[in-house]
């Protein structure tokens, strides 16, 4: 029986369970990997395929995808229920990383874009790997603040994801889509008129564009729906916020180390296509089950009226909203 299944929930917890009838029916959806055939694009869109990234890579068309969202084993000791990935020397793990990104580069489309996640022990590596293959734009960096403490050392609350493309001079940006909305603390009015921020019944807020520092972003705990027993599952409005910058409605989202589903889960509420890859079946089938519930829930946490909110701002705001209603 699963992991999944034998646990026991807080009547709060809304951590994602399947059912064994679920695991069968979902199941039944995955793509799985044949070791004799190259895969056809249109039998791989909006598919989730069964099988080892590192083997899937070859069988793969080339060109197709808008926008990859790269988010491998950090280098570090970890258990992804049974498969565990032991860190390595830092040039081993540049080796590993040089073995399989130029074929994942080689999907990608002339004019699309790539982001590579990782923590700060790695970045140098993550970095070096991205110049090695495309045209580096920018480095991420959000706040992470989830966390053990140490007594010795600073908290470690911060990931990077490294923007790159193939072509510098034409790729897809859409920065309206991903701009802001911040509180204003101190409103400043020129001849008595907001500069640069709106006055509301509700409160005072400022759409402002997107920088390359997150501090917005809350990550998966055990009250929030999206949330799976994944151990290092990614935040939905993370990867909404690369896919909505990168990829035109329509457009195709590729992510080779899926794990629990969130880019596949976030690019079809946000009508692009997707394609994953992940050699977990279990964690497979919690993506198959988070895509049905996407038919009917197409929210992201933090994501409202074509904005992203700061982080705290909007349980406030739908409050007020909830009590006029």
Not at 122 to 138: A, C
Not at 167 to 177: C, T
Not at 216 to 227: A, C, F, G, K, T
Not at 228 to 237: A, G, M, R, S
């Amino acid at each position: 029986m699963s992991k999944t299944l034998e646990k026991k929930r807080a009547d709060r917890n809304r951590t994602l369970t399947v059912s064994e009838e679920e695991r069968k029916l979902f199941s039944q959806n995955l793509y799985r990997a044949d070791e004799n055939n190259m895969f056809e694009q249109d039998k791989i869109i909006n598919k989730i395929i069964l099988g080892d990234t590192m083997q899937v890579l070859d069988k793969l068309p080339k060109s197709f995808a808008d926008v990859i969202i790269l988010d491998p084993p950090y280098n570090l000791d970890k258990d992804f229920h049974g498969f565990k990935f032991k860190s390595l020397h830092n040039h081993a793990y540049l080796e590993y990383l040089r073995s399989w990104f130029p074929k994942v580069v080689d999907v990608l489309k002339e004019n699309g874009s790539l982001y590579l996640c990782g923590d700060w022990k790695s970045t140098s590596i993550l970095q070096q790997v991205m110049e090695e293959n495309l045209f580096v734009l920018n480095r991420i960096t959000w706040q992470r603040e989830k966390g053990r403490g140490a007594l010795k050392n600073w908290k470690n609350a911060m990931e990077d994801i490294w923007f790159g493309v193939k072509n510098k001079n034409d790729y897809y940006f859409d920065v309206e889509a991903v701009k802001m909305k911040r509180k204003v603390i101190a409103p400043y009015k020129v001849n008595g008129v907001p500069k640069d921020w709106e006055e509301t019944e509700d409160g005072n807020f400022r759409i402002t564009y997107p920088s390359n520092f997150w501090d917005d972003i809350s990550v998966p705990y055990w009250s929030m729906p999206e949330n799976t027993d994944h151990p290092t599952q990614k935040p939905e409005k993370l990867i909404a916020k690369l896919i909505l910058a990168s990829c035109s409605v329509g457009g195709v989202v590729f992510d080779p180390f899926l794990g629990s589903g969130t880019t596949a889960v976030v690019a079809k509420k946000l009508a692009r296509n997707y394609v994953g890859i992940e050699m977990n079946e279990e964690y497979c089938i919690w993506a198959e089950k988070r895509l049905a519930n996407a038919e009917k829930d197409t929210s992201i946490q933090g994501y409202v009226g074509g904005v992203f909110w700061e982080r705290n701002t909007l349980n406030s705001q739908q409050k007020n909203i909830n009590k006029k209603i």
